[in-house]
């Protein structure tokens, strides 16, 4: 088993650029989430999805858009990036019920926009 | 708003050293997971506490749920340069938030 795996690990855009971050994860996990990590603000939540086509806003939204088109996979959409957005992002899955805050990680994508 | 305050946000000390991380909150939560995060990783879940006054062991660290469930503690016994990373703890409820996390040092 792969876990969860994320595309690209590394990507530089310059202001006003979109991308498409992949995450993908083959553990038939309900939840998928997708989170930005700052220095100094921990780990916080964009959006996440409790099922294939269906999503939800996090603590920090904005400026982001989310798919799941299929079960094992969640996409992360910046439509206009902005350098607020320079960020590790990390995608993460957990199954339902008594389990779901037992979150399993991907690598991480390191974004520097400029 | 942080949710989760953890204690405190740096620590160095010598391999063989005891020390303990904390992690306090004014809210209540359902359940409060222990994750270790490497340089250039992703979080790594370690347990998973559900009951007020819960202690889990695993190996050298202890943790521990406080009885009202707003807090916890990791207490890491004969510090080694593997358990070298940041640890985060996260708290569970309606909504699910992480802690700003604890960058450990061990010093061999």
């Known amino acids: 088993n792969a876990g969860v795996t994320q595309t690209p690990k590394f990507r530089v855009l310059k202001t006003g650029q979109s991308m498409t971050l992949l995450c993908a994860q083959d553990m038939n996990h309900e939840y998928m989430y997708w989170y930005r990590q700052d220095p100094g603000m921990g780990l916080r939540l964009i959006h996440y999805s409790v099922g294939e086509g269906t999503t939800a806003k996090g603590e920090v939204p904005d400026g982001y858009n989310v798919s799941r088109l299929k079960k094992q996979n969640f996409l992360l959409g910046l439509e206009s990036a902005a350098p607020s957005q320079t960020s590790v992002y990390f995608c993460?899955?957990?199954?339902?019920?008594?389990?779901?805050?037992?979150?399993?990680f991907g690598p991480g994508t390191r974004l520097t926009v400029t | 708003t942080q949710l989760l305050e953890q204690s405190p946000q740096f620590l160095s000390i010598q391999e063989g050293e005891n020390l303990t991380v904390y992690c306090n909150s004014s809210s209540v939560f359902s359940s409060l997971q222990w994750y270790r995060q490497e340089p250039g990783e992703g979080p790594v879940l370690l347990v998973t506490?559900?009951?007020?006054?819960e202690v889990k062991k695993l190996k050298r660290l202890t943790f521990q749920f406080g009885d009202a469930r707003k807090d916890s503690s990791l207490h890491i016994t004969a510090a080694q340069p593997g358990d070298t990373g940041l640890y985060l703890c996260a708290g569970g409820g309606n909504q699910f938030y992480f802690g700003t996390g604890t960058s450990l040092t061990v010093i061999p």
């Open positions: 993460a899955s957990s199954l339902v019920g008594r389990y779901r805050d037992e979150q399993y």
């Open positions: 506490v559900v009951t007020g006054g």
